[in-house]
């Protein structure tokens, strides 16, 4: 057996769907509905209405998964869901070609609204996809929060209620893509945008705007942040918990976006709604005329001026049209003064006018961006969530028209439902037998009638002229409509004299098909002419503001139209027409939503509000008419699919035509004939019982199925398990003993290698051993036979040894004798011939004793001196030759000289010496240049100046006298300066001049010429002072090593004034030296004197000091430092040179 899904029928909590309530009646519905709202299931079915019950919290039964179980069921197949109805409609849409209505209803706060958006997610999730159509669906589904914004409040009934009347047609094509979609909306509750009942607030935009845009925003649209500024806004409940404004003005300003809003028709509407907080915010006093009356004025026009400034309109001309009313009567003007209450009117009108016309502006700007774009034919489905049923304690013109729009759908509803009943039958064969029911016709004629109804007899005391008021209209009531059975008032209609104490004064009662309901005709004729005066629309039409002008085109003077324009009741009679034809050409599909509780919690389910609802929706009338022919009927598929194991010819096949077999299940379970009828494809089942009847055998049914299919499963798996373990316990002992045998294979083949490795062990040691022993002997018998040729050998040696022995020892002997034999023979030999030279220099020495006794007179007169001349000159020749090779290097410095060889060449040795190295200094000499010579001359100069006399002078000998230390020629810094010297610059260099005050010095540049020292100064090269040389008489030095110089002038000479210089210098020896030079080489040849001493006197201008230099430690990195004493005492303290 298969069951492929989950029925209705399968786990009922109550039951769901009340046809198939038992029994049938106010109590057991609504406990029904409890029950099940308990468990959680918010939905319950009525044949194929939907009643939703709002859980006020948020349910998982809206998943994507959901939407896959639901797609492409059949309506009954699965437990009662919205989807199931949002399925069958959006299915035989496409697939049936069947334009459809979903009608919404339910009072305030029972979930309309949510109900509509989840049919439209649904359906938008199941249609086709692709980009085009994602747009189409977006904005579609984007449009909700836009109109959400500017037509939903919050009211002490529902924190977000829909204040306007919605429907909306989707289109789709063929293949059921959605192309688009139209909105119609209704009766906008504008008179909530200028007050609010208590516990209320207006419409969320106001709210968005002012928390959710930016700074920026609301200063261009010259708003505060602050609620509280508003008088339009209601202070007690601009808070709503769990509502986030902010967050909502930007999802609205997003979805605007993508529903095609630009960018300032965005930024028009929200300087509209910026213009009506303004508007509420304008105040009006009197002013006193001098005809007695009193003219309103604007109080405060702070508010006006920026409320024009935003809308372009000129301030004079709004603030007239708050003043002054003119009213046109064919050629006449008559303009007459409004007094503050007609000001306040004005202002309300306005603002009401101006705020329900930009709503209706935005309805046709959204229909305008969702239109279908394609011309071909579409399929519709609509969807209508309107306001339900409204009776309040104080009901006024607002409910007695929502409630007539309710009659009408309850009037639609009834004829659809029955319509489709009838058709059902007719289409299956079934014989139709009338159905009792309420008719509400005649409660719509009293409304509507075009002669005597309400709204007739509304609108023609609004358009009558002379005095109009809302209790003439009564009366008029009272006259006309008395005798209607459904109409009550004050004045009983049996008697004009009997009062019906049960109604106030100014009310009327209306039986609705749903309860009675108590209308105060205060405000009806008001409300029903809905005047804004001309002047105001005139005003506005004159804004230089394209949106405002475009909601007030009666305004343009040049279409005056005279006619009054329709009355609101009109207006929505009309609309309301236009509606009900619509939803006639389609068919319906009805939520009915309903509200457990009036404190908007989940969990709690009043009864008596609920059974209140359920009367006034008329759902008990529902399932009487959907109970009053047949409570249930199935196809026959799926009813033989359901019920064939009741039956053993239909189970578990059935192979014959499906309605044959429902045929052989009823005839085998005797159902009686007159408890069901077969139609052409479904079986139509009376009562209630027998499908429970059905359903009841069934469970039995399944239950003895289970526990047969139990049975043999239970069976079939044991047995299955049984050969598993058979066949397992083969293969388990077959590998056992495969491995057992493998295991003792392996024992026995390594018992076999271990003897066998013992015998061949054993077999090799023996070997080895007779191995061993035949080597040992055969090393015996070679030891032996060595031992034996030893011995021969040795033996054989020995007598050898013997016999060489004896043979050396007659050599030896032999040798012996003849080397004494040689010895006595050269003995002698040696004998005789030092006997023959003794002869021999006997014989020499008496023969030159001979000849020099011949000779010695010849020798002493002539060969004495030339061997004496001849040995001098040798020994000179000697001597000169080994000085050539001997003599020192070229320097002149080389103190090097060899000695002499003898003593008389001492004078000699001496001036050669000298010659030598006067010889090499003229040599050194002769490689001077000019200007080398002049630096010699003048280390020379400096040398007979300083030598021995100042300690500096040591240093000063290995430095160069460079002259010019600054490059005064060629440093551009000193160019001035050198060219303010004629002569050449023989010396450049810095110096510190010593203050005479403190001792302390100052940098100066100081220049010598053949003619000057000049001073200048560093930084700038400007001359400080130019002393002539004729005018220095000395200079004074220190004998220390200290840079010190006094240049002392010539008393009364021009450089004289300021007195002697004192200063101190790096290069004071060649400094002096140059000065001196200079002195010695003058053409008047007057000498510069130099004089070095420790103590000398200065003259500073008038006064001497005395120059004393003394020895200080070595400190301060060898500086020497000068310190004034006292006025006739300068100190210098030179440290120790180390
Ligand atoms: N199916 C649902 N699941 C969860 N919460 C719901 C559901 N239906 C309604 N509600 C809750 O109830 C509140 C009121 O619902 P909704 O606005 O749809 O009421 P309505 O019938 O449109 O009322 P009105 O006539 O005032 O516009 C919602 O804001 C939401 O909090
Ligand atoms: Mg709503």
């Not at 329709?566 to 309903?594: D, E, W």
């Not at 089942?685 to 039995?700: A, G, K, V």
């Not at 061993?772 to 040696?797: D, F, P, S, V």
């Not at 290069?1067 to 000398?1096: M, R």
Request: with cysteine; glycine share 4%; hydrophobic share 35%.
């Amino acid at each position: 057996m298969e069951v492929k899904t989950k029925s209705l029928l399968d786990n009922m909590i109550g039951v769901g769907d009340m046809v198939l309530l038992e029994p049938l009646s106010e109590d057991s519905f609504i406990e029904n509905l409890r029950k099940r709202f308990d468990h959680n299931e918010i939905y319950t079915y009525i044949g194929s209405v939907v009643i939703s019950v709002n859980p006020y919290k948020s349910m998982l039964i809206y998943t994507p998964e959901k939407v896959e179980e639901y797609r492409n069921r059949n309506f009954y197949e699965l437990s009662p869901h919205i989807y199931a109805l949002a399925d069958e409609a959006y299915r035989s849409l496409r697939d049936q070609d069947k334009d459809q209505c979903i009608l919404i209803t339910g009072e305030s706060g029972a979930g309309k609204t949510e109900a509509s958006k989840l049919v439209m997610s649904y359906v938008a999730a199941v249609c086709g996809k692709g980009q085009e159509v994602n747009k189409v669906k977006e904005q579609l589904l984007q449009s909700n929060p836009v109109l959400e914004a500017f037509g939903n409040a919050k009211t002490v009934r529902n924190d977000n209620s829909s204040r306007f009347g919605k429907y909306m047609d989707i289109e789709f094509d063929f293949k059921g893509d959605p192309l688009g979609g139209v909105i119609s909306n209704y009766l906008l509750e504008k008179s909530r945008v200028v007050k609010q009942p208590r516990g209320e607030r207006n419409f969320h935009i106001f709210y968005q705007l002012l928390s959710g845009a930016s700074d920026d925003t609301l200063k261009k649209l010259k708003l505060d942040r602050d609620f509280s500024k508003y008088n339009y806004l209601s202070l007690d409940s601009a808070v709503v918990n769990g509502l986030d404004d902010a967050a909502n003005f930007r999802t609205v300003r997003n979805a605007m976006q993508i529903v095609g809003f630009m960018e300032d028709e965005v930024q028009s509407v929200l300087e509209l709604v910026a213009a009506v907080l303004k508007l509420g915010n304008i105040e009006f006093k009197p002013e006193s005329r001098c005809n007695g009356t009193d003219e309103s004025r604007v109080k405060d026009k702070n508010d006006l001026k920026e409320m024009c400034e935003l809308l372009g309109i000129e301030q004079s001309v709004l603030e007239r049209a708050f003043s002054y009313r003119t009213v046109e009567a064919k050629m006449e003007k008559v303009s007459t003064t409004l007094n503050v209450a007609q000001a306040y009117y004005a202002r309300d009108a306005l603002a009401k006018n101006l705020y329900s016309r930009l709503f209706s502006w935005i309805v046709t700007r959204i229909n305008e961006s969702i239109k279908a774009q394609a011309k071909t034919r579409h399929k519709v489905m609509g969807v209508l969530d309107i306001y339900g049923f409204e009776i309040f304690e104080d009901n006024s013109f607002e409910q007695f028209i929502i409630n007539y729009c309710n009659e009408k759908l309850q009037q639609i509803f009834i004829e659809l439902t029955l319509r489709e009943e009838q058709e059902e039958y007719i289409r299956e064969g079934i014989e139709w037998t009338n159905i009792e029911y309420f008719n509400n016709a005649i409660i719509c004629d009293l409304i509507e009638n075009h002669q005597n109804g309400i709204l007739a007899m509304l609108d023609e005391e609004c358009l009558r002229p002379g005095t109009v008021t809302d209790e003439t209209f009564l009366d008029k009531l009272n006259t006309v409509c008395a005798e209607h059975q459904h109409f009550e008032s004050r004045l009983n209609k049996n008697s004009k004299f009997l009062n019906d104490h049960s109604l106030p004064h100014c009310c009327f009662r209306i039986q609705h098909y749903a309860g009675k309901v108590l209308y105060r005709v205060e405000g009806f004729v008001d409300k029903n002419n809905d005047l804004l005066y001309r002047d105001l629309s005139q005003a506005m039409y004159k804004a230089n503001h394209t949106l405002i002008k475009h909601l007030f085109p009666e305004g343009n003077p040049a279409k005056v139209n005279l006619k009054r324009p329709p009355t609101a009741g009109f207006q929505f009679k009309a609309s309301v027409g236009t509606l009900m034809r619509n939803l006639q050409t389609k068919n319906p599909n009805y939520i009915r939503c309903i509200k457990p509780n009036d404190k908007k919690a989940p969990h709690i389910f009043t009864e008596s509000l609920v059974c209140h609802q359920v009367r006034y929706l008329g759902l008990m009338e529902n399932v009487r008419v959907r109970r009053a022919g047949y409570a249930f009927r199935q196809a026959y598929e799926p009813c033989l699919e359901r019920y064939k194991m009741l039956c053993k010819r239909t189970w578990p096949h059935w192979r014959g035509p499906a309605r044959e077999g429902v045929e052989v299940l009823m005839a085998d379970l005797q159902v009686p004939a007159e408890e069901f009828s077969y139609g052409r494809s479904k079986i139509f089942i009376r009562n209630p019982r027998t499908l429970f009847f059905l359903e009841e055998r069934r469970r039995q049914c399944l239950q003895d199925l289970a526990t047969l299919i139990q049975k043999i499963y239970r069976g079939w798996k044991c047995r299955t398990h049984f050969l598993l373990l058979k066949k397992s316990q083969i293969v388990v002992a077959a590998w056992y003993r495969r491995y057992a045998q493998q295991k003792k294979y392996q024992k026995i083949k390594s018992a076999t290698t271990v003897v066998q490795s013992y015998t061949r062990g054993w077999q090799a040691r023996k070997l080895l051993r007779e191995l061993k022993h035949q080597k040992r002997c055969e090393e015996a018998a070679t030891t032996i036979a060595a031992y034996w040729h030893g011995t021969q050998a040795r033996m054989e040696l020995r007598r050898l040894k013997q016999e060489v022995r004896n043979k050396h020892a007659v050599t030896v002997i032999w040798a012996y004798w003849q080397g004494t034999k040689a010895r006595r023979e050269l003995r002698r030999l040696k004998e005789e011939a030092k006997r023959k030279h003794a002869v021999a220099v006997i014989w020499a020495y008496w023969k030159g004793l001979k000849v020099r006794r011949e000779y010695r007179k010849f020798f002493r007169a002539n060969a004495g001196k030339k061997i004496y001349d001849f040995t001098i000159q040798r020994i000179m020749q000697k001597y000169f030759q080994g000085l050539k090779k001997t003599l020192p290097s070229m320097s002149p410095i080389d103190k090097n000289w060899p000695a002499r060889p003898y003593i008389f060449l001492d004078g000699v040795h001496m001036e050669l010496r000298r010659i030598f190295h006067l010889w090499r200094c003229k040599k050194y000499r002769s490689q001077f240049t000019d200007e080398k010579k002049a630096v010699y001359e003048e280390k020379l100069e400096a040398s007979e100046l300083f030598k021995d006399k100042k300690a500096l002078y040591a240093s000063s000998v290995s430095q160069p006298f460079k002259g010019d230390y600054l490059e005064i020629s060629k440093n551009p810094k000193y160019q001035k300066l050198n060219s303010s010297v004629d002569e050449k610059v023989l010396l450049a260099d810095v110096v510190n001049k010593i203050n005479r005050a403190n001792g302390k010095g100052t940098t100066r540049i100081l220049l010598l010429t053949k003619k000057n020292v000049v001073l200048a100064d560093q930084k700038t090269g400007q001359v400080k002072a130019n002393v002539a040389l004729p005018d220095l008489t000395s200079v004074s030095v220190s004998t220390q090593n200290d840079g010190f110089f006094a240049l002392r002038l010539k008393e009364g000479s021009a450089s004289a004034v300021k007195g002697d210089f004192l200063l101190s210098s790096e290069h004071l020896i060649e400094t002096i030296t140059k000065l001196h030079h200079i002195g010695s080489t003058a053409s008047d040849g007057e000498q510069l004197n130099v004089d070095i001493s420790d103590e000398f006197l200065v003259q500073f201008k008038h006064d001497k000091v005395c120059v004393k230099f003394i020895q200080g430690a070595p400190k301060n990195g060898n500086s020497v430092s000068c310190k004034r004493k006292n006025n006739r005492l300068l100190e210098v303290s030179v440290p120790a040179s180390a």
